[in-house]
């Protein structure tokens, strides 16, 4: 389902985009957002769609354990080498905005080890609304929320939702259970964003990540421009 508006443009980058060899650099996007929203969900769904054309590693974070990236290893979404969990051991947006060095290392160990790679996704673990990335770790960011944390929370704006590249509400098919109104979410979401994407997922449906992958897909195109 897609109640939002498209942006085609390319996503904010950061300045060092080359391998030490001087070749391009994979590109990194960033995937945040609240608890249980559906980010390894998206991750998942992403490699299984875009592998088959694209060299793709992931990096997951949680706080004192690795479940997400075992869960992406038990799920054999890519070769075991391509993915790396980081135990943040902190509140995740530490990690990912303020001392990004161990997420650095493993996007740099990553990249070294199966490079070239095309394109490193980083999911931050759970954390709450004012969760963004250093853009001197991604070259672009993905917020996912989902429809049953509340329709409010487009409203309720904060950085990941107002600023992110894009904005990913997931789980629209939970929307009658949990008495959600997505036009509202999108029309919410159109004020905070102005311009900027959003895109209503359920990846429990046909379409599932689709939507997410197209923008992905533009992201790279701009990306090797
Ligand atoms: N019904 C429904 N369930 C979903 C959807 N996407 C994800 N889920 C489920 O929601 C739960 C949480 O999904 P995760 O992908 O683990 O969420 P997360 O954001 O990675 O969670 P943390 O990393 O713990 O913050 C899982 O049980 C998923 O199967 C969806 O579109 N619809
Ligand atoms: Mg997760």
Redesign the pocket.
């Known amino acids: 389902m897609h109640l939002g508006h498209t942006h085609d443009g390319p996503a904010a980058v950061s300045a060092d985009a080359t391998r030490p060899d001087g070749t391009r650099r994979a590109l990194r996007i960033g995937?945040g957002?609240?608890?249980?929203?559906?980010?390894?969900?998206?991750?998942?769904a992403l490699c299984r769609e875009l592998r088959d054309r694209l060299s793709i590693a992931v990096v997951?974070?949680?706080i004192y354990t690795r479940?997400?990236a075992e869960?992406l290893l038990r799920n054999a979404v890519l070769p075991p080498e391509r993915i790396q969990g980081v135990e943040t051991g902190a509140c995740?947006h530490t990690a990912i905005r303020d001392d990004i060095s161990a997420n650095l290392e493993a996007v740099e160990d990553l990249e070294e080890a199966v490079g070239p790679l095309d394109l490193i996704l980083v999911?931050?673990?759970?954390?709450n609304l004012t969760a963004t990335f250093s853009k001197g770790l991604v070259d672009a960011q993905v917020f996912?929320i989902?429809v049953?944390g509340g329709d409010d929370i487009p409203r309720k704006g904060g950085p990941g939702v107002t600023t992110a590249d894009l904005l990913v509400i997931?789980?629209?098919?939970?929307a009658p259970h949990v008495g959600s109104d997505l036009q509202r979410m999108a029309r919410d979401a159109k004020e905070q964003r102005g311009e900027l994407p959003v895109l209503f997922?359920?990846?429990?449906?046909a379409e599932?990540v689709g939507p997410v992958a197209d923008w992905v897909r533009v992201q790279l195109a701009a990306w090797t421009a």
């Open positions: 995937l957002g609240p608890v249980g929203s559906g980010k390894t969900a998206t991750v998942a997951t974070n949680d479940e997400d869960f995740p999911e931050s673990g759970g954390d996912v989902d049953a997931n789980k629209t098919d939970l997922t359920s990846l429990t449906s599932g």
